[in-house]
């Protein structure tokens, strides 16, 4: 079973560059997530998915897009990479509530190390 | 604003019993979480509280107390592999997670 799986596992950028961090989960799930994890905080949501088609933000969007064209997919953009950006990424996947949230249950990809010169 | 409190790190002993405390306030509470996460690796889900009282799954158990925001994480029967972060997380009345920064457990021999 993959499960979630995220490219790249590591990843070294120069201020200004962009990228695209991959995930895809086999789960059939209806809500994705990207968070980031910094030494000493919480996971912080970027942004999150609770169908194709449908995006929100997270508490620390700036610098970010993302999109959901299917169920599959949900990639993470990072459109002009800054040093504050160094992190650990995770892409999180769960079924959904009737309501359309996230049930808590959490499925986490094995997380992309960003570092931004 | 919204706060979730865990002691940074504990110490324990193979074979021995810990307790993992974790204070929270939020607006609204719709469950807590607690996850394990090894070293470089992916947080897995470990249990799930809404309702007042203990839930025990094997050597785990988390209990919950809804009026005093609080929650503990018990682990017995302590062995080497159980050497990880324990996270707790909050889902308030936007059913948003809100995660504490988590408690590093060193387990010694």
Known sequence: NAGVTQTPKFQVLKTGQSMTLQCAQDMNHEYMSWYRQDPGMGLRLIHYSVGAGITDQGEVPNGYNVSRSTTEDFPLRLLSAAPSQTSVYFCASSQATADRTTTGELFFGEGSRLTVL | ?109
Request: charged share 15%.
């Open chain 2, 1 to 109: 604003g919204q706060n979730i409190d865990q002691p940074t790190e504990m110490t324990a002993t193979e074979g021995a019993i810990v307790q993992i405390n974790c204070t929270y306030q939020t607006s609204g509470f719709n469950g807590l979480f607690w996850y394990q996460q090894h070293a470089g690796e992916a947080p897995t889900f470990l249990s799930y509280n809404v309702l007042d009282g203990l839930e025990e799954k094997g050597r785990f158990s988390s209990f919950l107390s809804r009026s005093k925001g609080y929650s503990y994480l018990l682990l017995k029967e302590l062995q080497m592999k159980d050497s990880a972060s324990y996270l707790c997380a909050v889902m308030d009345s936007n059913y948003q997670l809100i995660w504490g920064a988590g408690t590093k457990l060193i387990i010694k021999p």
